[in-house]
């Protein structure tokens, strides 16, 4: 059972910055063998890939779009992967999701279709 939880969203400025967290309530497996995602809906759109991070934070992969703004990381002691956000934009906004997928490899998917489970999302809203 993986359970994942979403936190640090909010109404921010242009420019700004916000981290992100997400918390796995991982029984069964250990976090460390969950690669992790991080995606984003904004309303009428589609769900983008945003971030993603290997088992053990030694590979990660960025959409086009916040390549240079935004950092994936994880604390594997803690059950938890972070997405610093920064110099946010106003289309920035949108419902944050994390992901997890069971993956010991180098391979990170950045498709969700390849990610079985899913956090509940956190808004993040960026004001011009």
């Known amino acids: 059972q993986v359970q994942l939880v979403e936190s640090g969203g909010g109404l921010v400025q242009a420019g700004a910055s916000l981290r992100l967290s997400c918390a796995c309530a991982c029984s069964g497996r250990t976090f460390s063998t969950y690669a992790m995602g991080w995606f984003r809906q904004a309303p009428g759109k589609e769900r983008e890939f945003v971030a993603a991070?290997?088992?053990?934070?030694?590979?990660?992969y960025y959409g086009d779009s916040v390549k240079g703004r935004f950092t994936v990381s994880r604390d594997n002691a803690k059950n938890t992967v972070y997405l610093q956000m920064n110099s946010l934009k106003p289309e920035d906004t949108a419902v944050y999701y994390c992901a997890a997928v069971s993956s010991s490899s180098w391979y990170i998917p950045s498709s969700d279709t390849e990610y079985p489970y899913w956090g509940q999302g956190t808004q993040v809203t960026v004001s011009s």
């Open positions: 991070i290997n088992w053990s934070g030694g590979r990660t």
